[in-house]
Nanobody, 122 residues
Framework: QGQLVESGGGLVQSGGSLRLSCVVS????????LAWYRQAPGKADEDLVC????????TCSDSVKGRFTVSRDNAKNTAYLQMNDLKPDDTGVYFC???????????????RGRGTQVTVSP
């Protein structure tokens, strides 16, 4: 049974930075893809933020491209989301999900964490 636990969220002013962590247990992250999602306040949809593929490039949504990036520490079985130049629209609950795979129209995952709250003030 896999488990993912996020941390690092908080309240930050616009233009600030945060680094979120996702500690994975129950499977080895280094051979799997992992995604970071955001659930905005009052919305049920989960917005895909960034994906890190095993041995491959990091891809992020247009809304965060150039500001967010993902890294991994395979020895710690942990992934990170570095968020720079934060904006109020980045506010939401961020969670990580893995293993991740692509379907014809979207992505699916086996496990996800409970999330960590990020609030960006104007």
């Amino acid at each position: 049974q896999g488990q993912l636990v996020e941390s690092g969220g908080g309240l930050v002013q616009s233009g600030g930075s945060l680094r979120l962590s996702c500690v994975v247990s129950g499977f080895m992250l280094d051979v799997h893809s992992l995604a970071w999602y955001r659930q905005a306040p009052g919305k049920a949809d989960e917005d895909l933020v960034c994906i890190t593929s095993s041995g491959g490039p990091v891809t992020c949504s247009d809304s965060v491209k150039g500001r967010f990036t993902v890294s991994r520490d395979n020895a710690k079985n942990t992934a990170y989301l570095q968020m720079n130049d934060l904006k109020p629209d980045d506010t939401g609950v961020y969670f990580c999900a893995a293993p991740l795979w692509a379907t014809a129209t979207s992505y699916e995952y086996d496990y996800r964490g409970r999330g960590t709250q990020v609030t960006v003030s104007p």
